[in-house]
């Protein structure tokens, strides 16, 4: 299992990455069971950073969003595309 990221920038990375899933996802904080689930995913992205199952059920968590109608699709690929960032930068 990957260490935790410890690095003060990857952390800040991480936490903007999850606040801005939220505050796109329910600005108004009207669907109570998004936050956790997204809290969940900060928490796997945080402590145990590099797991490609992570990075897939996100993936998957976000189009449903999209698909919901809660994010748009342009919304869906900006964060889809920090995602790949995320990855490639060893924090997700």
Do not use: K
């Not at 936490?15 to 996802?25: E, T, V």
């Not at 945080?46 to 490609?52: A, E, I, K, Q, V």
């Not at 968590?61 to 889809?80: I, T, Y």
Request: hydrophobic share 45%; charged share 20%; aromatic share 8%.
């Amino acid at each position: 299992m990957p260490a935790p990221v410890f690095d003060s920038v990857a952390i800040e990375t991480v936490n903007q990455y999850f606040d801005d899933l939220i505050a796109l996802a329910d600005p108004e904080a009207l669907l109570p069971l998004l936050r956790p689930q997204v809290e969940a995913f900060r928490y796997e992205a945080l402590n145990h950073p590099g797991l490609l199952s992570t990075q897939n059920r996100l993936r998957g968590f976000l189009w449903g969003v999209v698909v919901a109608g809660v994010l748009s699709r342009g919304q869906g690929r900006d964060l889809s595309q920090r995602l790949d960032a995320g990855r490639h930068a060893g924090w997700l």
